[in-house]
């Protein structure tokens, strides 16, 4: 009986520590989904935040290129080149960010097509201020309205923010998910270990009971057996 009972508790410590091997996997590998989806999340706000960034400084040129237009001022033509070399590195750093997201180099491609035409333009406009005056360079700006690049610019950013929000939306729907998935995992598991516990406890328990009512049933035995013994003829005879 007691290596029965060994057997059987032996057995039910391997299983709850199975059970929680279980919960400390599953929640090894829900973490780093996670972490994962939240890298993702965080990859994708970067793209928005870049993408944002060229706009703004594709409007800091625009600003500095009509100030030089108009004032002729060095600063101000300082400034559109600090914009325009800015320009450049956000979207080499777009471009590395999406390398993976074939559809977003193609819309990179056509942001970068149309900025280099703006730019082109302005340094037209650039060139006349600074070698043939203000009259020469407002003729410049005026053949250049006949192309509107600037919108073209502003609606290839629109759909890569477009692309990267549809995909923002998914990664954190993903990311919920997974999150989900491993708390009702470890919900059931730990359901589980805390029956198998609850069952231990109870088979050691009644395990000690019966042993105890076995030993008390034991003893009461050999206390009729030895006043039996004490009061037969053969026990008087031996005690006299």
């Not at 333009?121 to 006949?146: T, Y």
């Not at 995909?167 to 998935?181: G, V, Y």
């Not at 049933?217 to 053969?234: A, G, P, Q, T, V």
Request: overall charge positive; some cysteine; proline content about 0%.
């Amino acid at each position: 009986m007691v290596n029965q009972f060994n057997r059987r508790l032996i057995a039910g410590f391997l299983l709850t520590f199975l059970f929680v091997a279980i919960v400390a996997i599953v929640s090894y590998k829900g973490i780093n989904k996670l972490q994962s989806a939240n890298d993702w999340i965080n990859h994708t706000q970067v793209v928005i935040q870049n993408t944002n960034i060229i706009l703004g400084k594709l409007t800091d040129a625009e600003a500095n290129y009509g100030l030089y237009i108009i004032t002729g001022s060095r600063e101000k033509l300082v400034g559109y080149h600090f914009s325009i070399k800015d320009i450049y590195t956000n979207i080499n750093d777009l471009r590395k960010l999406t390398s993976y997201n074939k559809p977003q180099q193609q819309n990179l491609d056509s942001l970068e097509k149309y900025i280099s035409l703006r730019i082109s333009q302005m340094n037209r406009g650039v060139e006349a201020r600074r070698n043939k005056g203000l009259d020469v360079a407002r003729v410049v700006i005026e053949n250049n309205l006949k192309f509107n690049y600037i919108d073209r610019c502003k609606a290839a950013t629109v759909e890569i923010i477009r692309v990267e929000r549809k995909l923002l939306k998914l990664r954190q729907e993903a990311a919920i998910q997974s999150c989900n998935k491993a708390i009702q995992i470890i919900f059931i598991i730990s359901a589980i270990i805390l029956l198998l516990v609850s069952f231990l406890f109870m088979f050691i328990h009644r395990t000690f009971a019966i042993k105890g009512i076995i030993s008390v049933n034991l003893k009461l035995s050999e206390s009729k057996f030895s006043n039996f013994f004490n009061h037969s003829i053969i026990g008087m005879a031996m005690a006299s």
